[in-house]
């Protein structure tokens, strides 16, 4: 092809007419030259970045993750609920001879591999609608942290060009993480695994290589077989939090010996060091942590992620959910109930768009007005319990909105 003797910067812009944004342009050639000393061929670059243009909308993003930016028990009550602890128990059932086979090669049991599926992406139904190398060609270019997003954009180049991948349709998070299990291109390439034996790794279209990759994972960030993540445990009357955090580990007989108790009252179970977590506050539900707590933490560095996998693992597995209260007065609401709630707003008249669970910037809007309307403060348009029974029991107002919503993201 012509492209493969013109210099990086004349080839980009042959192709397309050219992009709209020359700093774009100049960005992509540099990155080819970086991409090229990886091993990414020219003929590739120019293939896989052909009319890409940047999506600056991302930027947005970086400091608003919902890990970081959500109360707990709203994050929590989301993620684990009972329809996807249905869902999960249904997967558990439908791959159980993957699951096992699984679970003999890298020793982490069904409930963990298909609760990470299941809070990643619904069990394979949403794997985030952004366009792979569209976000992550932005956020090498632009923002911060753009060294670290270089390093994923190449990384997707390599796995494209060696075909463990597809380009077409190639979506995933805002931040690259993209699959059943949303791995970031960088980690795609050091942990994936065949799962399924056809000699690709595809964490797109193959579960079973989604699953055994998770596994992997896992282990490799020290798993061990057969212990547990943690439980929820009582703590005693002046318990001091400082001495509570995910690395402030003692032996589980040391936390005994100052009253700790399981969540029932009973002795304290398991051998060797543990932590004890307060997310919340003494005045919340607390956990004592092991070492396969710290695994799960590793696949996404926020506490919350964690224990939204820990306790959907332990959901899969038949345990109750946590006992103690958090210390809101207006907790936080499941999917169900989130639909519930919108569809209660589309009745008042709101165009916040389809009924589906997801709390965007049209149904806080809404939500933010109704708040007002009702004289419920803060009007700060966040979909808690409070709103959901005060709509189910207030009339309807005559009047149509004032205001229309913005669009979801």
């Not at 009972?82 to 001879?97: F, I, N, P, S, T």
């Not at 992406?121 to 911060?144: E, H, W």
């Not at 939090?241 to 398991?270: E, F, H, M, N």
Request: proline share 5%; aromatic share 8%.
């Amino acid at each position: 092809m012509m492209l493969r003797s013109m210099t990086p910067l004349l080839a980009l812009a042959a192709m397309a007419g050219a992009h709209a944004d020359p700093a774009f342009d100049q960005c992509l050639s540099r990155l080819q030259t970086q991409a090229a000393a990886q091993g990414v061929n020219a003929e590739s670059f120019n293939r896989f970045t052909a009319d890409l243009q940047p999506d600056m909308s991302v930027l947005e993003l970086l400091d608003k993750q919902p890990e970081f930016s959500t109360p707990l028990w709203d994050y929590l009550a989301a993620l684990v609920d009972d329809e996807r602890v249905a869902d999960g128990q249904a997967m558990l059932a439908q791959y159980r001879d993957v699951l096992d086979q699984v679970e003999r090669d890298y020793g982490v049991d069904a409930a963990t591999v298909v609760a990470v599926w299941g809070v990643e992406s619904n069990y394979g139904r949403i794997f985030g609608k952004r366009p792979l190398l569209v976000s992550l060609s932005t956020l090498s270019c632009n923002g911060r942290r753009q060294d670290f997003f270089r390093g994923e954009f190449i990384a997707t180049l390599k796995l494209l060009q060696a075909g463990d991948i597809q380009a077409e349709g190639l979506t995933g998070s805002w931040a690259g993480a993209f699959g059943h299990t949303q791995f970031m291109p960088s980690t795609y390439a050091r942990i994936a695994v065949d799962g399924d034996g056809d000699g690709r790794r595809d964490l797109v279209a193959s579960i079973p290589d989604a699953l055994a990759s998770t596994a992997n994972y896992l282990k490799r960030a020290g798993w061990r077989s057969g212990e547990s993540w943690g439980y929820e445990v009582r703590l005693p009357a002046g318990f001091n939090a400082a001495a509570a955090g995910r690395k402030a580990r003692k032996p589980i007989s040391a936390w005994a010996a100052q009253g700790v108790t399981g969540i029932d009252g009973s002795a304290l179970s398991g051998n060797g060091n543990a932590a004890i977590l307060v997310p919340t506050g003494v005045q919340g539900p607390a956990f004592l942590v092991t070492r396969n707590y710290d695994a799960i933490y590793s696949y996404n560095a926020a506490e919350s992620y964690a224990l939204a996998i820990a306790l959907l693992s332990d959901r899969l597995r038949g345990k109750p959910g946590i006992i103690s209260a958090w210390p809101t007065d207006d907790p936080g609401l499941s999917r169900a109930q989130r639909r519930q709630l919108q569809t209660l707003l589309l009745e008042r008249g709101y165009d916040i768009g389809e009924v589906d669970g997801m709390v965007g910037s049209n149904t806080r809007r809404a939500i933010q007005q109704e708040q007002q309307r009702l004289g419920i403060t803060p009007a700060d348009g966040r979909a808690g319990l409070s709103i959901l029974q005060a709509l189910q029991s207030a009339p309807a107002s005559t009047s149509t909105p004032s205001i229309q919503p913005e669009s979801n993201p």
